[in-house]
């Protein structure tokens, strides 16, 4: 249980970096901001959290990315979507978990896990930025809050005004337009918190209503949009102690689990007759001279054929 594994979740507005090791316990997490997808920014997320684990590169057993930007990720063996590392992730932090709601910087995913922690369905909203971090940010700028302080401030508020936009763009119409008329600021953000919960309630209603619930991302971070949703689903949501690295902290226990495949096919009886590259040996013919025993898809060549 000595390994050391790497998970890199570079998102759209943060990137996210896990290190774990064998046992899949973290052993350091890094979140940076970014304006956009950046690979300055995955690096920086990736050199902070190896520096904190008191690790290099060069003493990691595999590396998986995810996120907007997985493939700008030096160095990762595979790559994975969001969705499976997500659940992945929350699985293991919050064991039983049936439903995922994640919220992100542009985008929003629900996602049905089944009891053995793998993705049964999910739906995705990746082309309106209604409901997401950006949604509330637009909130947080039009009634001049600080993001950290607009969930505190919803709570104190009622959440009986009409909200009829969810598009970011016309939402902040709406609320300059709700000052003007001198609502008050904690009504206004309560209303568009519950407005919210709603918009989200129909992405659920796409996979189906499950418990126990789970919010991760930036969001779930935030008081009034964890207690709307619930409200709005009548039903418990909990948030993961650190609900921005579920993703990055999937894909390095994938990592984690590749590297454990390796390893039992290693192990098996006769590999360096059946699989001589797998021990670094060459097969009759062929000269491997620098090669590492993996094919150009970062995958142990043992000469099984892959699965279509």
């Known amino acids: 249980m ?22 899949g316990e973290i052993l350091s997490s890094s979140v940076v901001t970014m304006g956009a997808v950046s690979r300055a920014g995955m690096q920086r997320a990736v050199d902070q959290a190896l520096r904190e684990a008191g690790l290099t590169e060069s003493d990691l057993h595999g590396t998986v990315s ?63 930025a209604s409901g997401t971090g950006r949604f509330y940010e637009v909130l947080a700028r039009a009634v001049d809050v600080p993001i950290e302080g ?22 902040e119409t709406e609320i300059v337009s709700m000052l003007a008329e001198d609502q008050d600021v904690a009504d206004i953000a309560s209303s568009v918190h519950r407005a919210i919960a709603a918009r989200t309630l129909a992405l659920v209603a796409q996979v189906g209503r499950h418990t126990p619930v789970v919010l991760t991302g930036g969001v779930a971070r935030n008081p009034a949009a964890v207690h709307f949703l619930s409200r709005a689903l009548d039903a418990v949501v909990t948030v993961p102690a650190h609900p921005q690295i579920t993703g990055a902290f999937g894909a390095a226990l994938l990592a984690r689990d590749a590297d454990r495949k390796r390893q039992v096919a290693l192990d098996v009886p006769g590999a360096d007759e059946m699989f001589p590259r797998a021990r670094g040996h060459a097969p009759a013919g062929r000269d491997c001279a620098g090669c590492d025993g993996t094919n150009e898809s970062g995958t142990l060549d043992l000469g099984i054929p892959a699965r279509r």
């Open 150 to 171: 607009l969930g505190e401030l919803a709570l104190r508020g009622s959440d009986d005004l009409e909200v009829s936009s969810m598009c970011a763009t016309f939402a």
């Open 66 to 128: 995810t996120g907007y930007g997985r493939r700008l990720v030096p160095g990762a063996g595979r790559t994975y979507t969001e969705i499976t590392c997500h659940a992945r992730g929350t699985a293991e932090m919050v064991p039983g978990v049936r439903l995922v709601i994640d919220v992100g910087g542009q985008d929003s995913k629900a996602i049905t896990v089944g009891p053995d922690g793998l993705v049964q369905d999910f739906a995705m909203n990746d082309r309106c």
């Open 2 to 23: 000595t390994g050391r594994y790497l998970g890199v979740d570079l998102g759209s507005t943060t990137a996210k970096a896990v290190v774990v090791d064998g046992a």
